[in-house]
Nanobody
Framework: QVQLSEVGGGSVQAGGSLRLSCAAS????????IGWFRQAPGKDRTFVAA????????YYANDVEDRFLISRDNAKNTVSLQMNSLKPEDTAVYYC?????????????????????WGQGTQVTVSS
């Protein structure tokens, strides 16, 4: 069982930055791919970014690719999401997710079904 805990959400004006962090409670953190999804009010959860277990592979949604940066620290069991140039449409609850990484992860990282573990979520609000 893996427990995920997100911190770093909040309110910011358009153009500003926020950094989300996710801490995982597992002794095998290095075996897991970690990602972020978000859910805006009235909408489905959508993929934001993910990072492979060795940090050699990163994946981004098209609408955040040039603004967000995902990173991980396996020594601290943490993953961070640096969000820059935030837009009102980035407003959502952001969820940290984890999946035991398989060779097929690179083709399925964007799917909610890949991830076995989900955090409680943290609210990000961007005002115009």
């Amino acid at each position: 069982q893996v427990q995920l805990s997100e911190v770093g959400g909040g309110s910011v004006q358009a153009g500003g930055s926020l950094r989300l962090s996710c801490a995982a409670s597992t002794s095998t953190f290095e075996l897991f791919a970690i990602g972020w999804f978000r859910q805006a009010p009235g909408k489905d959860r959508t993929f934001v970014a993910a990072i492979g277990r060795s940090a050699g592979s990163t994946y981004y949604a098209n609408d955040v690719e040039d603004r967000f940066l995902i990173s991980r620290d396996n020594a601290k069991n943490t993953v961070s999401l640096q969000m820059n140039s935030l837009k009102p449409e980035d407003t959502a609850v952001y969820y940290c997710v984890a999946a035991y990484e398989t060779p097929y992860f690179g083709g399925s990282y964007h799917s909610t079904h890949v991830y076995d573990y989900w955090g409680q979520g943290t609210q990000v609000t961007v005002s115009s």
